[in-house]
């Protein structure tokens, strides 16, 4: 919803979200088969079959599994360093999409107070002029996820 806010109002929102859907299912299929070539080929290595190759889900799958599969592989540095560059990139990714969330209800919130005050005729408080410059709603946003996550 928050990234659709950005969207011109006359963008055709059905075929946008068609889009969207068509490219995410894509995606999701064409990982899935990658896994599953992953998989078949350190099972043809070790000469086991499937069920045998893969005793863990979740996190283990990902962190232990994978990587012994890549290991195997022709050219397993690159291929590693590949895999591990994409699930960082997928992580920070993820970070910024829950961040905008908030960052565009605080944005949207101080440009309307900030409004109010100037409909009104008067001074603008200092937090609110503050708050209202582009890097300070995401700034607070992110620290007070650090200090959250501290806990």
């Not at 290595?45 to 889900?57: G, H, L, N, T, Y």
């Not at 992580?91 to 565009?104: I, K, N, T």
């Not at 309307?112 to 700034?139: C, E, I």
């Amino acid at each position: 919803v928050t990234f659709g806010s950005y969207n011109n109002p006359k963008e055709p929102i059905l075929k946008n979200s068609i889009t969207v859907a068509l490219i995410n299912s894509l995606t999701s299929l064409f990982g899935g088969m990658a896994m599953f070539a992953i998989l078949g080929y350190m099972a043809k290595s070790k000469e086991q079959p499937i069920d045998e190759v893969v005793k863990e889900a979740g996190p283990g799958f990902v962190f232990v599994i994978v990587p012994e599969a890549l290991a195997l592989m022709p050219a397993a540095s690159f291929f590693s360093f590949l895999f591990f560059f994409m699930l960082a990139s997928l992580g920070l990714d993820s970070a910024f999409s829950l961040v905008e969330a908030a960052v565009g209800v605080l944005r949207d919130e101080v440009e309307n107070a900030v409004q109010r005050f100037k409909d009104r005729g008067l001074p603008t408080p200092r937090l609110l002029s503050h708050l209202s410059t582009p890097w300070a709603v995401p700034l607070w946003c992110c620290l007070a996820g650090f200090l959250i996550g501290l806990l």
